[in-house]
């Protein structure tokens, strides 16, 4: 849990994100506030997001913590821009639930017959699969088979 005096919590989270009056998406990638404990949110495999060992089950609140969800190294956080508390992540943040596959915009560096993976998560962001968001398979120990990531 956080350290005494600091408002880190569901509460504390919240209230720093709607104060924001931000619109689209929050500049995570520019936040780099001190780490201030872990609190007890688990995302679980199948995309379940809990709090206090509780599902959430206001898919807008799922996508207000998923929109402040920050990855270093191999832990995943929630920050704001004056707190980071950590959580656990038992497989992957997301999951994908829709494919598009489609042609590449005119001009974009292209190899014949290329097409471009588009993934919807089950947030409802969009991830076209590249550089930035590679696809990856690792092995699936209880079908004997290839889990995509």
Known sequence: MAKEGQTAGL??????????GRKGPP?????NPPY????????AADGTWF?????IGRAALVKL???????EGDRYFLVTP??????????????????????????????SGSR????RTNVDDWVTVGRD?????????????????
């Open 11 to 20: 509460d504390g989270m919240m209230g720093a994100l709607k104060g924001a």
């Open 27 to 31: 500049p995570v990638h520019l936040w």
């Open 36 to 43: 201030c404990g872990e609190i007890d949110m688990r995302i």
């Open 51 to 55: 709090y206090q060992k509780t599902p």
């Open 65 to 71: 913590f998923a929109s402040v969800l920050k990855r």
């Open 82 to 111: 004056v707190e980071k508390c950590g959580i656990t992540v038992d497989e992957a943040p997301f999951l994908a639930v829709e494919l598009s596959v489609e042609a590449p915009d005119v001009g974009a560096e292209q190899t």
């Open 116 to 119: 471009l993976l588009r993934f």
């Open 133 to 149: 968001h590679p696809l990856r398979f690792e092995p699936e120990t209880a079908t004997g088979g290839l889990k995509p990531f």
